[in-house]
């Protein structure tokens, strides 16, 4: 599918190589749902990644010389975000192989050093002092194994930020909302223009279940 360098909406420091905006997720499969190929969800820019996007760029020293890494990356924005605000390593997965390249191109277009890996977020070991997440909660076997990587993740010390639309799936109890902004989006894809997102943060003695 034909993609063009566009800057984000909400964090127009970014430009990420993306579908247009009249293109849905599904229109390269004649708009059906394929279970042998993951939808191409890096052909565009989320409300969370966004929302996550803009609040590391605004509040930079949450990311400064740590190592972050960002979980089901997508187009990389999250990640690329985290690369522009001083992180000292950027780690960026997505269980697709297609994701993991567009994510690759997509900060090399922003100079931006990220390491980009095919890997399934339950099975990925990779430690980091802070882990992103956006628009990760849209299905519900997605959100539990999230949830439980995420939980995980807290006990061990890192902190994890989450960007989410209201998605049906968002285990909202175990967050504290940071942040929250009108974002942008494509009509195609969400039906409707803007969503207002939150970015939250994982709360630390978030609860089991």
Known sequence: MHTTLLPVPLAPEISL????GRV?????????????????????????GQA????IL?????????????VATGSGVAAIAAARAGARQVTALDVDPRAAAAAARNATANDA????RIADVAQAETAAE?????????????ADRMASRLRRASRE?????????????????LFV???????????????????????????????AG
Do not use: K, Q
């Not at 042998?36 to 969800?41: E, I, N, Y």
């Not at 996550?52 to 609040?55: F, H, K, P, T, V």
């Open 113 to 116: 050093a990220v390491d980009t």
């Open 52 to 55: 996550l996007a803009r609040y």
């Open 177 to 207: 909302r940071v942040a929250e902004y009108v974002v942008p989006v494509p009509a195609a894809l969400e039906e409707t223009e803007s969503l207002v997102t939150g970015v939250w943060e994982m709360r630390t003695s978030a609860p």
């Open 157 to 173: 010390g890192a902190r994890i930020l989450v960007g989410d639309p209201g998605r049906g799936f968002f285990p909202e109890r």
């Open 24 to 48: 849905g997720l599904f229109d390269d499969n004649g708009g059906a749902f394929s279970s042998d190929v993951p939808p191409p969800f890096w052909l565009f820019v989320w409300a969370g």
């Open 17 to 20: 190589h993306l579908a247009d």
């Open 130 to 142: 802070v882990i992103l997440a956006g628009d990760v909660f849209y299905t519900r076997g997605v």
């Open 58 to 70: 605004d509040n930079p020293e949450i990311v400064r010389g740590r190592t972050v890494l960002d």
